[in-house]
């Protein structure tokens, strides 16, 4: 089972239970450290590949994916601490057109305007997939997403959120010639990888798993995935 405490940032509190003894030990202290005192138990998807989209909605309803982004660690290993490619590179297109309808679908029945982060996890041998989290708001995801492709999403948010819709800002790929409804697409490839500080604090857990531990990270772009 999957520990996650309500209110926390970056997994804390949270964990993976194996048996009843480690289930009340996580829960326990999940409970902790929410700030409403709660926790969400669910049943844990170990192994599945985790996927990202970033998406950007207007009041008009128009909507567009920013980014994809692979998590290379599988499920089990929180985002922030896992080497994350952009754009995605192992799915298959049929699961990526599946995934991209679900995001668009999410934004809108949600009726959120702005930018929004959308994470899924992914069993392509059965083409199963599970919402895990949506982020109404500007992320370290989004923050690696505007880095990637070059599309300023917290400026488009906040235009957004004083009126403008998409289709009459001009694109800050393109300029004058497109519009901000024009999806941005990469011919390179983007690497993230984290940065843990355990040149500071040398006794420190070093195993990574649902909590967060990195507090930075490095960024490189390439042609391919191995020059990135």
């Not at 080497?83 to 959120?112: C, E, F, G, W, Y």
């Not at 300023?152 to 959120?161: E, F, S």
Request: aromatic share 6%.
């Amino acid at each position: 089972l999957l520990i996650r405490p309500a209110f926390t940032l970056g997994g804390l509190g949270g964990g993976t239970a194996f048996n009843k003894g480690e289930l009340v030990e996580i829960a326990s202290q999940g409970l902790l450290q929410s700030a409403i005192g709660q926790v969400l138990i669910e049943v844990s998807i170990l192994g599945w590949q985790e996927h990202e989209y970033e998406v950007m909605r207007d009041a008009s309803d128009n909507a567009i994916i920013v980014c994809t982004m692979e998590n290379l660690d599988p499920m089990g290993v929180h985002t922030g601490e896992s080497v994350v490619v952009a754009p995605q590179q192992t799915l298959s297109d049929r699961d990526h057109q599946m995934l991209r309808d679900a995001a668009l679908k999410l934004i809108r029945r949600l009726n959120i305007k702005g930018g929004c982060n959308v994470q899924f996890a992914v069993e392509q041998s059965t083409g199963q997939y599970r919402v895990i989290e949506v982020n109404p708001r500007v992320s370290r995801s989004s923050a690696l997403a505007s880095k990637a492709t070059g599309y300023p999403i917290a400026r488009m948010a906040a235009l957004i959120a004083v009126g403008y819709t998409l289709d009459e800002l001009p694109n800050p790929i393109t300029g004058q010639g497109t519009t901000a409804a024009f999806e941005p697409t990469l011919d390179y490839c983007v690497v993230k990888i984290p940065r843990w500080p355990f040149d500071k604090f040398r006794t420190a857990d070093r195993t990574i798993g649902t909590s967060m531990k990195s507090t930075g990270e490095v960024m490189a772009i390439g042609r391919c995935f191995e020059e990135a």
